[in-house]
């Protein structure tokens, strides 16, 4: 089964997993047990998650957006707004929530999820694949790169790298990381202004996650980590096209293409 997003909840006690075709999955003890809860959940191509609290969302391949009130007990769609049917991304801050759609771009909503309204002035592709916050500035991953918002994306302005698919983002501190299709990890030091590609070479980094000082990279062939903001790169596995990554203060979690979710123990990195 092909994994493709999680997303924490409830004060990072239930961990949930997004699948293609199986719907979402939630686990309350770290992966040991996982349950399906797609109650209500009507197209099972989830390729997208996100929570508020209590709250949960999903992005389908399909069917737009599902939302659950009782951490994915039961959902219900909340699409008024949306004209396309495939959310590849969800991200939210503070009372808003952002889609990032193929074909749309940017859709928010400041009502849990029952209104939509596009947020697109600036931007040079409608298919976004990621978000991110530094500061104040949100940050959007597109198939032409990355967009900076200092308004809650009513406007947007090109921030690089450019002319490259920008699956994930991620952020520790005043330093983002931009994993692309093809050329690596890009890394700004200063929220999004300027960017210098940090390898690894010609990878493919579908997802990124960041514990302590470790900057870990889903890609086409397995996962690498690096601490010292992606100067150098060391092997955790080799084999695996991973979607999607998660990390706690104890453990990795990876999302596979039709290997389901492997986890393991910080404490093994090599």
Request: aromatic share 10%.
């Amino acid at each position: 089964m092909a994994v493709t997003s999680f997303a924490s909840a409830d004060s990072g006690t239930v961990l949930f997993a997004g699948t293609l075709g199986g719907g979402v999955y939630r686990t309350t003890n770290e992966g040991v047990d996982a349950f399906s809860i797609n109650s209500g959940l009507s197209n099972l191509l989830v390729l997208s998650l996100a929570s508020t609290g209590h709250e949960v969302f999903a992005g389908t391949r399909g069917a737009g957006i599902f939302f659950s009130s009782d951490l994915g007990t039961s959902w219900s769609p909340v699409n008024a707004g949306i004209t396309t049917d495939t959310i590849q991304a969800l991200f939210a801050a503070g009372n808003l929530l952002f889609a990032g759609t193929d074909g749309e771009g940017v859709l928010c909503s400041a009502d849990s999820g029952l209104n939509w309204n596009p947020r697109n002035y600036g931007l040079t592709s409608f298919s976004v694949l990621s978000f991110a916050k530094s500061g104040t500035i949100l940050l959007a991953g597109t198939t032409v790169g990355v967009f900076s918002s200092s308004d809650s994306g009513t406007t947007w302005q090109p921030a690089g790298p450019t002319a490259v698919s920008v699956f994930t983002l991620a952020v520790a501190g005043n330093t983002v990381f931009a994993g692309t299709g093809g050329n690596g990890v890009y890394v700004s030091t200063n929220g999004g202004l300027s960017w210098t590609p940090e390898g690894p070479t010609s990878a493919y980094v579908q997802a990124l996650a960041i514990s302590g000082n470790n900057l870990f990279a889903g890609t086409a062939n397995g996962i690498l980590f690096s601490t010292d903001e992606g100067a150098n790169w060391k092997s955790v596995n080799t084999g695996f096209v991973v979607n999607a990554l998660w990390v706690d203060q104890t453990h990795l979690f990876a999302g596979t293409q039709g290997n389901g979710v492997w986890y393991m123990s910080l404490t093994d990195l090599p």
